[in-house]
């Protein structure tokens, strides 16, 4: 790899440099501003002796440590003592704006009890639901903030947040209200999604027109006041056999386009209900879980431009068995992404890199794949493939050092604390010695 520089310290953006060098590896990820696919995957751009010049939120380099002193002279240093310099991870499906923790129902799964039976019996999603709506947003921002410090000091720079545990007007607005006061405290990116299609409240559930009701308001009152208050870019349902179907599934997603909301999906986790046929068809920026995806549904995301977003600890988690056929996706030309789910019930996941482990060891990706699949298309599942992602000048300064010598490592010594630096748009997330 040659230098890469954006003017030097005249052409680059404005603000303090602060130089990131003495890594033993660096990838870089750099390439074209989009989802990587098939044997793109294999490609994390390793350049040993190389480090960052971070010009303000930006890259302002990225070049061989004593091209960057001799660029940026007396600016100030961060050694990554013989470590990994790399991308951070963006994490873009998460759930991370809630109350309690669900400890009773991860023994109730142990005994046999599944998944959809404890979300009938009032447990699940609606557990949560009424946790959220007893809690002011000030408890909720408080239990927040520390979640997104333990993600950040595992390396994850940009993450998206859903709503989707207020289930009413009110707190569902609540609830990205408050995903847009944790984006402005910094340091993290964040990312909102409105997931008023979660679940139908209980008090729908026994009226004679309750979903069509719960659709409507969705459509009518939920989705205008998000985009007249700006405080999503996405709309998510889940669409699931027993939740919501393909047919109520389009139409949320077709209103809340037309309400500026980029359609995502909760696709195929645990029954196929071609839900990845659909977000196909709609072009959704992205179809997660895809656990129990179908054959067609696979081939419709190889020929489109959706991201098949994986979460290899839900499934762990839930105790399943089963796992999305990650290889059959990339096989088949999909581009796929990988994220934490974390949440109260199903991922309570806050230490990222066990996502690389489990891609390697359980998904069968390489680690070069599950790489790419963290960092550059994590940032294609957000629409933001041309600002994060990839250390290359211009981009996002959002940038992660890890001690280990080698990005094979990192996946290799899992349940390890091993990052010892993060910035999220050269603002620093966290430092550890």
């Not at 520089?5 to 660096?26: I, K, S």
Request: proline residues 6%; charged residues 20%; hydrophobic residues 45%.
């Amino acid at each position: 790899m040659t230098s890469a520089t954006v003017g030097g310290p005249e052409g680059a953006a404005p603000g303090p440099v602060t130089l990131l060098v003495n890594a033993a590896q660096t990838i870089t990820c750099a390439g074209a501003p989009r989802a990587r696919r098939g044997a793109e995957l294999a490609d994390v751009s390793v350049s040993p002796g190389y480090g960052v010049a971070m010009q303000g939120d930006t890259i302002a380099a990225v070049a061989p440590d004593d091209v960057l002193r001799r660029q940026f002279p007396g600016a100030p240093e961060f050694d990554c003592a013989r470590g990994l310099l790399a991308p951070g991870f963006v994490d873009s499906h998460t759930h991370a704006v809630f109350g309690a923790g669900r400890y009773a129902e991860h023994e109730l799964r142990a005994t046999g009890v599944p998944y959809l039976e404890i979300a009938r019996q009032g447990g699940g999603i609606h557990a949560s639901v009424r946790d959220f709506r007893a809690r002011t947003d000030d408890e909720l921002l408080a239990l927040a903030g520390p979640r997104l410090a333990r993600l950040a000091a595992g390396g994850v720079t940009t993450l998206e947040i859903k709503s989707g545990y207020g289930l009413s007007v009110p707190d569902e607005l609540r609830a990205l209200r408050v995903v847009r006061r944790l984006a402005e405290q910094g340091p993290l990116n964040v990312v909102a999604t409105c997931m008023a299609a979660h679940e139908v409240p209980v008090e729908f559930r026994d009226r004679p027109a309750g979903r069509r009701e719960w659709l409507d308001v969705i459509c009518d009152e939920i989705y205008p006041q998000v985009a007249a208050e700006q405080l999503a870019r996405f709309a998510d349902v889940f669409c699931e056999p027993g939740v919501f179907g393909i047919a109520e599934s389009r139409r949320l997603l077709h209103e809340g386009r037309a309400h500026g909301l980029i359609p995502k999906l909760h696709a195929d986790e645990l029954r196929d209900g071609g839900g990845a046929v659909l977000a196909a068809e709609l072009e959704a920026v992205s179809a997660d879980h895809l656990a129990a995806i179908s054959p067609d549904g696979v081939r419709a995301l190889a020929a489109s431009s959706t991201v098949a977003t994986l979460l290899p600890a839900t499934m762990l988690f839930l105790g399943t068995g089963h796992q999305a056929p990650a290889r059959s996706l990339v096989d088949a030309g999909a581009a796929i992404a990988l994220a934490s789910d974390f949440n109260p019930g199903t991922s309570p996941l806050q230490a990222f890199p066990l996502v690389l482990t489990l891609a390697v060891s359980v998904l069968r990706l390489s680690a070069a794949e599950a790489w790419l699949a963290c960092t550059v298309n994590g940032a294609a599942a957000l629409g933001l493939a041309g600002r994060t992602g990839q250390l290359t000048p211009g981009f996002r300064a959002d940038v992660a050092v890890h001690a280990v010598e080698d990005y094979r490592a990192l996946p290799y010594w899992f349940g390890e604390r091993l990052c010892i630096g993060s910035w999220a748009s050269g603002r620093a997330c966290h430092q550890r010695r």
